[in-house]
Nanobody, 117 residues
Framework: QVQLVESGGGLVQPGGSLRLSCAAS????????MGWYRQAPGSQRELVAR???????YYADSVKGRFTISRDNAKNTVYLQMDSLKPEDSAVYYC???????????WGQGTQVTVSS
């Protein structure tokens, strides 16, 4: 099991930027596929971006070209750089860790991102 702690959410104006961080406890961080999901009120939780240990990434179409996911395996941390933010990006953002050896998934507690003028 891995403990995930997100930080970096907040209120930002449209067109602004935020960087989310997710620190993972435990060892063998490199075994985890790390992802960011988001959930807006009344909507299902959706995958925003995902990164594997080697650095390959996946992005939802809605964030391609604006968001960048990265990871620092030495610090057990994954980041989500969000640029050119839009009001529709407002949601609770959750960090997700999938252990590829055990197929176990863990979630962080979520961090609120609000894009509004």
């Amino acid at each position: 099991q891995v403990q995930l702690v997100e930080s970096g959410g907040g209120l930002v104006q449209p067109g602004g930027s935020l960087r989310l961080s997710c620190a993972a406890s435990g060892s063998l961080f490199s075994l985890y596929v790390m992802g960011w999901y988001r959930q807006a009120p009344g909507s299902q939780r959706e995958l925003v971006a995902r990164i594997i240990s080697g650095g390959s990434t996946y992005y939802a179409d809605s964030v391609k070209g604006r968001f960048t996911i990265s990871r620092d395996n030495a610090k057990n941390t994954v980041y989500l750089q969000m640029d050119s933010l839009k009001p529709e990006d407002s949601a609770v953002y959750y960090c997700h860790a999938l252990n590829i050896a055990t197929n176990r998934a863990d979630w962080g507690q979520g961090t609120q991102v609000t894009v509004s003028s």
